[in-house]
């Protein structure tokens, strides 16, 4: 599976968006891009994932660059509750096993 | 949606024994589980994967027979610690895979301390 790039860290003020960038450039044509977030002490929380085209649910928008090689998590309106790490992973469903494997994630502090 | 229910979300322990951990899939069928493991302000990381009816896939580095794994059906897997020690206190999580692309839903956790 191919390896992503996130920030270590990011701030962002409590009703402002918040972007979450990834950099995942080997990624081949059947994986898809996934992004999970943990909030301390439980166990991690999916958010969306995608292909090739942006996706938005009640939760978040998924931006993927045209040639896929990027993608940014976008929180509209970020809540003290959205604090948390933030993982983009890269996945081909499609193989027997599919497992995750997580990076070290970007800590987002939502600050008031 | 899909939940996973991981069960129990906190142990304590002596050290010499053995501890488990249930992970079941509670509306969906769940023909493979994996199991990570989270040390404090660390990444997971993946200890195995299982499926269902067959032996579990280590990943290189965890010792097999310390830790155990069972799915011997499609909505319940198992980890084993046994003859756990301190070093093994750390944060065990489950996941479950649907078929299809509809991503990893994960346990809420369990929180190991060997005393």
């Known amino acids: 599976d191919a390896k992503t790039t996130q920030p270590p860290s990011m701030d962002c003020a409590e009703g402002r968006a918040a972007n979450l960038p990834c950099n995942h450039s080997?990624?081949?044509?059947?994986?898809?891009v996934y992004w999970y977030r943990q909030i301390h002490s439980q166990g991690p929380q999916y958010i969306i994932h995608?292909?090739?085209n942006n996706e938005t649910n009640e939760m978040a928008s998924l931006i993927i660059t045209e040639d896929r090689k990027s993608s940014t998590l976008i929180l509209p309106h970020a809540t003290l509750r959205d604090t948390a790490v933030y993982y983009c992973?890269?996945?081909?469903?499609?193989?027997?096993?599919?497992?995750?494997?997580f990076g070290q994630g970007t800590i987002l502090t939502v600050h008031p | 949606g899909a939940v996973v229910s991981q069960h129990p979300s906190w142990v304590i322990c002596k050290s010499g024994t053995s501890v488990k951990i249930e992970c079941r899939s509670l509306?969906?069928?769940?023909?493979?589980m994996f199991w990570y493991r989270q040390f404090p302000k660390q990444s997971l990381m993946l200890m195995a994967t299982?499926?269902?009816?067959?032996?579990?896939?280590?990943e290189q580095g965890v010792e097999k027979d310390k830790f155990l794994i069972n799915h011997a059906s499609l909505t319940l897997s198992t980890l084993t610690v046994t003859s756990a020690h301190p070093e093994d206190s750390s944060f065990y999580i489950c996941?479950?895979?649907?078929?299809?692309?509809?991503?990893?839903?994960f346990g809420s956790g369990t929180r190991l301390t060997v005393v």
């Open positions: 996941s479950a895979r649907r078929q299809g692309p509809y991503g990893y839903t």
């Open positions: 080997t990624i081949s044509g059947n994986e898809y």
């Open positions: 995608g292909l090739k």
């Open positions: 992973i890269v996945i081909n469903t499609g193989t027997s096993y599919g497992k995750l494997t």
């Open positions: 509306d969906f069928q769940a023909t493979t």
């Open positions: 299982s499926n269902e009816g067959s032996k579990a896939t280590y």
